[in-house]
């Protein structure tokens, strides 16, 4: 396979379609693919689902993208980080889908395994839990759980080579691997790209077969927020 192509954000962004499932990396702000986001915040598609563990904070990240009104749905597991996911979802403009986080990792996972889903105790007698199918199995109650699969993945890595191999930054890494597996379309922001043959095969965590495309990391998170590299 040949060098994958480093490309402009605003340009491959345009492989997001309104009515689009959209992955997109990251805990909290960490590990979020900040500069694909701020492309998709000034891209025109809508009514878009999300699975993310949350949607970014207030006014930040995904944060961003729930204030313009283009998710229509968020699939993840952490909602109380952004107040503001649940006053929309009150409010009757976004539907949520609550996943434990274990549940919510296994999913993608399962997704890009390509496994239709499986059984867990996890959410068993809970609220989580209508609507779902259950199994007595050695006598206990397991829950099933449907697997994760999107459109398009938004994932941050720390390096990638020219053939598209990446390896991560200590927790940045979260869902990023995971997501670059369960998605048909694969774009993954990096803070560096190095020539072929300069990563160490036992470091490259994602294979460059997983990834379309590589932009170059504008927005980073510091400990005064987000802020556009070199500034």
């Known amino acids: 396979m040949g060098l994958i192509k480093e490309?402009?954000?605003?340009?491959?962004?345009?492989?997001v379609q309104s009515g689009d499932t959209i992955m997109v990396g990251g805990f909290g702000l960490i590990g979020s693919p900040l500069t694909l986001i701020d492309a998709l915040?000034?891209?025109?598609?809508?009514?878009?689902?999300?699975?993310?563990?949350?949607?970014?904070?207030?006014?930040?990240g995904l944060g961003?993208?729930?204030?313009?009104?283009?998710?229509?749905?968020?699939?993840?597991?952490?909602?109380?980080?952004?107040?503001?996911?649940?006053?929309?979802?009150?409010?009757?403009k976004l539907d949520i889908e609550l996943i434990p986080q274990g549940t919510l990792s296994e999913a993608i996972r399962a997704g890009g395994a390509g496994i239709g889903g499986f059984y867990t105790k996890t959410a068993v007698g809970?609220?989580?839990?209508?609507?779902?199918?259950?199994?007595?199995?050695?006598?206990?109650?397991?829950?099933?759980?449907?697997?994760?699969?999107?459109?398009?993945?938004?994932?941050?890595?720390?390096?990638?080579?020219?053939?598209?191999?990446?390896?991560?930054?200590?927790?940045?890494?979260n869902f990023n691997p995971i997501m670059a597996t369960a998605a048909k379309f694969v774009i993954a922001e990096v803070d560096e790209i190095v020539p072929d043959g300069e990563l160490s095969p036992e470091e490259i965590i994602t294979p460059h077969l997983y990834v379309d495309a590589i932009v170059k990391?504008?927005?980073?998170?510091?400990?005064?927020?987000?802020?556009?590299?070199?500034s």
């Open 7 to 15: 490309v402009n954000a605003l340009e491959i962004i345009q492989n």
């Open 41 to 60: 915040i000034k891209h025109d598609a809508t009514d878009l689902t999300i699975i993310s563990n949350n949607v970014g904070e207030a006014g930040e």
């Open 64 to 92: 961003l993208l729930l204030r313009q009104g283009k998710i229509k749905k968020a699939i993840g597991s952490y909602f109380t980080s952004n107040r503001e996911a649940v006053q929309y979802y009150n409010e009757g």
């Open 126 to 173: 809970t609220e989580l839990a209508k609507g779902k199918e259950t199994k007595v199995i050695d006598g206990e109650t397991y829950l099933f759980e449907k697997a994760l699969k999107a459109d398009v993945a938004l994932i941050r890595a720390h390096k990638s080579d020219t053939k598209g191999n990446l390896i991560y930054y200590k927790t940045a890494r």
């Open 217 to 230: 990391s504008e927005l980073i998170l510091t400990k005064e927020g987000v802020v556009k590299r070199g």
